[in-house]
């Protein structure tokens, strides 16, 4: 998705977002028909007649009532699932977000003008730090140009989300917090919050009525890195964003409780535009070269942050985002801008370098005692016992345009060569995930496209069949190519199954009946429902931006990929330390 930017902008970012047409429910046949067929690859001949059966027995009893019931839903909510998602998906989950749930890597810079180089981590952030604010601006004016799909306007509400938003735990379900608005609806807070060696620091990014431009930036930044240097670190607080959903609450309701002062703090945090993140690693320095942005330093990174502009000290970038307030995509559109900025000016500011008069950065001090100094260290040990292993790899014999020029899907040929490769290594096929996006209709996110088909398994099957011949093994790839397209399209046009069985599961579990069959079918698990999917995928698009992060279930790969015109690059994740990982959840 490119931006597109007019001086003059004849269409307002959100200015769609009330004709936007409201989430459809599908038809119960259709859904439970496409369940069937989706399970199928994982299924004896018996065990496919049992679940048969028991979703033939849901769709003419109790999946019809709930079916109703979810029809009512939908008569009142332009979005039925909007707020099931939101609390089901992340805000009820317990288990550490951090690790298990925030996405990590969006980051411009590296592949043109900002190559690894020691001693310019403060000149460099101070620039992308300006790039970034002037987005902002973009946003608070609203002269970001609403995005489309050929002529359909897509919803643009999560881009409210991406700055001044921060999540906040709770004892038993999580609440998000969004202190945007645009010019039009009144004063947005306008602070940043600088985070080194495990301290916090704020100052406000406006002057004047004006951004601060790179030199000014670049002063408060050194004044944050020369309070620093030398010194002890800070208590850490942040580590508790790392923790345990439950604990974590707990953990806050105490700091605030032993010294109102805490709680201010907290909530500018909470408040500021993002984090930005002083780090001393030196991430491309290594192979791994994207496991800092995941399970980097946990004490300078605010876990619960929409989002986390991580600075490396080699002059190097990534982020670390909480993913309930959006999807990837807001975070890879708005790093694309600030790429093509910087290739435009060769990653240098060329204005002026006049430094007004303003306060130097406050430093926000948390008070602590000895129980808080233990909840941190508790933090930091089941954070870094968790082990969270990250492989990055390019293909660069052909990309996009070589794909493209076969008349192949590249995003579905890279789907299809991972069935592939996931069927040689472990002679089966593999549940998958693969994010279907659904922004044609009002606040839309996501669907489930699910690439595991039976056309799938039949041309891996031929592919390791050693009499198979090319015409044999080309035929049996378009039926796959063709299949898959046509489940992605139905996914992004609000007829994929998947949301639609969640909606149905929690209709049951409000309303206190007993769990369908369905949902406890052996096949239901073992196919990827429930958020039980080996494979969890997502292409981050056909940009420069990279993003990652990791399985959904112990036992499962995370893989994230860019298709650029020339290469393929991807991002792996998986768990080492299966005890210590995940617990199952649908993204």
């Known amino acids: 998705m490119t931006n597109q930017l007019s001086e003059f902008p004849t269409e307002r970012t959100f200015q769609y977002q009330h004709s936007l047409p409201p989430l459809p429910v599908p038809s119960l046949e259709g859904s439970l028909a496409k369940y069937l067929v989706a399970v199928r690859p994982f299924a004896t001949e018996e065990e496919y007649q049992v679940t048969a059966a028991v979703v033939k027995r849901f769709g003419e009893g109790t999946g019809k009532d709930l079916h109703q019931k979810l029809l009512q839903r939908a008569r009142t909510r332009r979005n039925w699932l909007e707020e099931w998602w939101l609390n089901s998906a992340y805000l009820e989950m317990r288990y550490p977000s951090q690790l298990n749930v925030n996405f990590g890597g969006p980051a411009p810079y590296l592949e043109h003008c900002w190559p690894p180089t020691e001693g310019v981590q403060l000149q460099r952030t101070s620039i992308s730090m300006w790039h970034t604010l002037q987005y902002w601006d973009l946003l608070r004016t609203e002269r970001l140009d609403p995005h489309k799909a050929g002529n359909v306007v897509l919803d643009m509400d999560q881009f409210r989300m991406l700055f001044c938003t921060c999540k906040v735990p709770g004892v038993t379900k999580d609440t998000i917090i969004n202190y945007f608005k645009t010019e039009s609806e ?13 301290r916090f620091f704020s100052f406000d990014a406006v002057c004047d009525g004006h951004i601060l431009t790179p030199p000014e930036l670049l002063r408060q930044l050194t004044h944050v890195k020369q309070c620093c240097e030398g010194e002890p670190a800070g208590d850490g607080i942040a580590a508790l964003t790392s923790e345990e959903r439950t604990r974590w609450a ?14 201010t703090i907290l909530e500018t945090i909470q408040s500021s535009l993002f984090v930005v993140s002083l780090d001393d690693a030196k991430p491309y320095a290594t192979a791994e070269n994207y496991t800092p942005v995941l399970t980097g330093d946990p004490t300078i990174r605010w876990g619960d942050k929409s989002y986390n502009s991580l600075s490396f000290a080699d002059g190097t970038f990534g982020s670390n985002c909480d993913h309930a307030p959006f999807e990837g995509m807001v975070l890879v559109t708005h790093c694309y801008y600030v ?28 008070t602590v005692d000895d129980r808080v100094r233990s909840d941190v260290a508790h933090a930091k040990q089941q954070y870094f016992e968790t082990d969270l292993q990250v492989v990055c790899y390019a293909f660069t014999s052909f990309g996009k345009a070589a794909i ?34 659904t922004r044609r209709f009002y606040h839309g996110r996501t669907e489930t496209m699910r690439p595991c088909t039976l056309e799938a398994q039949n041309w891996c099957h031929t592919m390791l069949l050693p009499a198979a011949s090319v015409s044999v093994r080309r035929k049996a790839l378009l039926l796959a190519f063709n299949k898959h397209n046509k489940l992605m399209a139905e996914a992004q046009n609000g007829k994929g199954f998947d949301r639609h069985l969640l909606g149905l599961y929690l209709i049951a579990k409000e309303e206190g009946l007993p769990m369908p069959d369905l949902f406890t079918d052996t096949l239901y698990c073992k196919s990827g429902g429930g958020g039980n999917f080996t494979l969890s995928t997502s292409l981050a698009g056909y940009t420069t931006v990279h993003g990652v ?10 893989f994230f990929y860019l298709i650029p015109s020339n290469s393929l690059p991807f991002c792996l994740t998986l768990w080492v330390n299966q005890k210590k990982s995940a617990k199952t959840s649908e993204k």
């Open 186 to 198: 009144g004063p947005c807070p306008s602070h940043v919050v600088v985070m080194c060696k495990g």
């Open 339 to 366: 790429d093509q900025q910087l290739k435009a000016t060769d990653g240098k500011w060329k204005g002026s370098e006049t430094v007004r008069p303003m306060p130097l950065p406050e430093e926000l001090v948390f």
């Open 404 to 437: 493209k020029q076969r008349k192949l899907h590249p995003d579905t040929f890279i789907q299809l060569a991972l069935q592939l490769a996931y069927y040689r290594q472990h002679g089966r096929l593999g549940s998958c995930y693969e994010t279907a996006m």
């Open 549 to 558: 992060g990791a399985p959904m279930v112990h036992h499962g790969y995370g």
């Open 250 to 263: 707990k953990a806050r309701e105490y700091l605030i409780g032993i010294d109102p002062a805490n709680k």
